[in-house]
């Protein structure tokens, strides 16, 4: 049975789409900052609606800031605040070794984040909108259709060569000249950290990591039973050299695990003079380096930033990435470059789980192969840097006074700092019943740090879902500043 | 340019012909034991070669033991040795915790066992052309086609709900009732064991295990600082529920791992009077025991073996199992009932290499959802069954006196005693001269026992390359008796 709108509800319907309308044009860019709205009479037109109506929603969207009057003229877009927000301090640390005690912490943190419906401002995953299906799906299907025995078969570690192949043609973008020999293929970049480290040290020993960093870099270091030694960072350029020297100096640090290339949470990319003297400290002690270079394909600016392995002339460097962030995160491929340990890390893979599956990795390299992968890499890496634009401009507008941001050169995270005293545990609590996920500053440090920090990512298309989240999770904030 | 052969290299190429033909048809089973061969005129007309020239192949496949000529009638398939061979005695280990130390002395040793051409009596895996290959292709276009967005996404932890109902469905089989959210999906049965003895012990634990047991779960118990405290078994029946009582009183034992349905490599199966003793003895002392069901649905009797889960009043049971024996190795999908252990196995497949890759699950899930599997299984479980008697038969009749052999009743490997003095890293390191994959006993102890056994693999389909493999493999035993 057809629903009968009252008059009332049919005004209120109508004056939503408008408002509807104006947010999806700021959303889609086709409306930016000082720009002037459709007149009322157009608007009015094109929506079908009373020109009363457009009015009315022209004012609320005034009274929510977002849309300015200038007499005699119109409605524009209101000019966003022009200071660059402030950047987070640089982290000092203490570099001592410390037993990393997350427990299930960080597993019931986001056991709510995944949820269909939540805002993923929690969860660093690429939207699937923003995923090569089309190419991917026709990757996939050519290879069940022509190669169905070796889908099935084991591919045995180090897995499939014309996978390792199409990686190594890649690897002069990062710097460096590697074989397909040189590689190994795992499930996901996750194996590959986890086997790397196991390769270079051993239980109760002390490994030196960025802070802030990566969570599950520290939950590997706890799983492993060996210590973390944070090592102060820079909110732009990353690990601190001075800082990693002295550390090496004082403390016996068997590795060190670096997310050179757009650090999660900060976005910091280390510089390529600073990756060079990092590994000329670390080649005269003969201490190995693991690095994840999961965002490195994503790069704002022209080129891509080199890996630390670029530097490398020691086979010290263990390049450790995946496909999960740029092609499909279920496919669950991921490699290790590991230098001179490449023996212990090849049996290693094999005691933890075998060969890594068969389909996932043919179908990757036939994609790789195909050459869409680069044009695909293009869009995507403009899609990351616009989304990233976007939630900057909004927590900066949104987000209490005395909020702190970085400015990442890549990826698709963003790192703020609140206002002292904010609780992130609070804040993320809070979200989560207004149904946004955010993710904690505390489970990035290995001493409970960044307890007023959060991390926020872009990894979905803006939308008005995602701006009104925002807006929410600032007032959220603001609420916890009194 | 056409080859023009000489007269006696044409008679010799005729002549094998007629060889290669009988051996083919004693492969299929065309002609059995006590047949008689097709006459001297109809093999003749036959293959168009002169009577001569096939006369002259009957008589030297006489010479060869393989057929006999009876006066006035002509030449039979000479039967085989009519007594069944004896069966190893029971092991008798000294249950005391032991540290592992193959380092990788085990993938050494295969390393060269997975080249094609190499007769594969060494890997336990199943030939690809028992794989349902077209079933499974169809299920694999069905989900990239019908649902390309859950192919590219996070299957997070514990896996696909869709598979997981189809594993739970045939939990009555295992003898249990068990509902989808009993069960979590891991890359291959290997992770599925290593994670589960990782919830259940630490480093430095002693940990009960059949002796021979799979050395999967040896060089895991090494990797994970473990210790192995080896237990005395039967060539029938497998672990010796007196023996285990007794390491139990004597050995602070904190978990027992057995592959109770078709042990690798003995093929024992420990009967359910037994297992229901044995977890009756863990419940009183409150014991974990991990279960390898990997081969539980490859029995030849007409009935499916419980799994000790089907005994488990207490939750103290992981079962792991996989579809990498029935369905696709290179799948890789496992699976782990954890029991009351199901919140740290959680944790730590999430840490341990997150989400399992999403097709693999979703195919695997649509193949069994189709119904294929039982009529697959069917099919394979007669091929293994016969594949592992053809090779029985021929190790008894080809292997020196005083060979002993095991009767699996279900799998499809076998574990051959030689005769002692002979060392079966040798006849391993001759064999693979000879392109002949075998794997020697002491990798399937702790202690290096079992240094004059072997295990056999029938996993692919009896051929007269098997069968050449195996008479080979019994004249380099027999040689290094002397």
Chains 1, 2 share one sequence.
């Not at 929690?122 to 090569?132: I, K, R, S, Y």
Request: hydrophobic share 40%; with cysteine.
């Amino acid at each position: 049975m057809p629903q009968i709108l009252t008059r009332n509800q049919q005004h209120g319907f109508l004056y939503e789409q408008v408002v509807a309308q104006v947010n999806q044009m700021i959303a889609r860019n086709t409306l930016c900052v000082g720009d002037r709205l459709p007149s009322l009479r157009k608007m009015s037109k094109q929506l079908n609606v009373s020109i009363a109506t457009v009015m009315q929603a022209y004012v609320q969207l005034e009274g929510q800031g977002l849309v300015e009057t200038r007499p005699q003229s119109g409605f524009y877009i209101k000019s966003r605040p022009v200071a660059e927000p402030s950047l987070p301090k640089p982290t000092r640390p203490l570099p001592l070794p410390r037993r990393i005690q997350f427990g299930d912490d960080i597993s019931s943190l986001f056991s709510l984040a995944n949820v269909p419906g939540v805002i993923p401002l929690g969860v660093a995953n690429p939207a699937h909108e923003l995923l090569p299906s089309k190419g991917l799906t026709r990757a996939l299907k050519k290879v069940a259709s022509l190669r169905p025995v070796e889908t099935m078969s084991y591919c045995y570690p180090p897995g499939d060569f014309g996978l390792r192949r199409q990686i190594a043609y890649r690897s002069m973008e990062r710097g460096v000249n590697l074989g397909p020999d040189d590689f190994i293929i795992t499930t996901g970049a996750t194996e590959a950290l986890s086997i790397s480290l196991q390769a270079v040290a051993r239980p109760g020993d002390a490994i030196a990591v960025e802070s802030p960093t990566y969570f599950c870099l520290l939950q590997i270091i706890e799983h492993l039973g060996m210590m973390a030694v944070e090592i102060s960072t820079d909110p732009d350029s990353g690990l601190c050299v001075d800082s990693l020297a002295q550390a090496l100096d004082t403390v016996d640090i068997k590795a060190v695990i670096s997310v050179a290339n757009f650090n999660n949470p900060t976005g910091a990319l280390i510089p390529d003079t600073n990756k060079k003297a990092i590994l000329d400290i670390l080649a005269k002690k003969q201490i190995p380096l693991i690095e994840d270079d999961i965002f490195g394909d994503l790069h704002f600016s022209q080129t891509r930033p080199h890996t630390f392995k670029a530097f490398d002339a020691e086979g010290l460097v263990l390049t450790c990435s995946s496909f999960s962030k740029t092609i499909a995160p279920g496919y669950r491929v991921g490699w290790v470059s590991p230098g001179r340990y490449f023996e212990p890390v090849l049996q290693l893979k094999q005691l933890v789980s075998s060969a890594t599956a068969s389909i996932p990795q043919l179908t990757i390299a036939e994609f790789l192969r195909s050459g869409l992968y680069e044009r695909h890499l293009m869009r995507l890496r403009r899609a990351y840097r616009e989304q990233l634009e976007q939630l900057r401009l909004a927590v900066a507008e949104s987000f209490p006074k005395g909020t702190r941001l970085t400015r990442p050169q890549g990826g698709f995270v963003l790192w703020v700092q609140l206002p002292r005293g904010v609780d992130a545990m609070d804040l993320h609590a809070d979200a989560l019943k207004q149904h946004i996920s955010v993710t904690p500053g505390t489970i990035f440090s290995a001493t409970g740090k960044y307890r007023n920090f959060i991390r926020l990512c872009a990894g979905s298309p803006w939308d008005e879902k995602m701006a009104d989240g925002v807006v929410r999770l600032g007032q959220l904030a603001q609420a916890l500043t009194s």
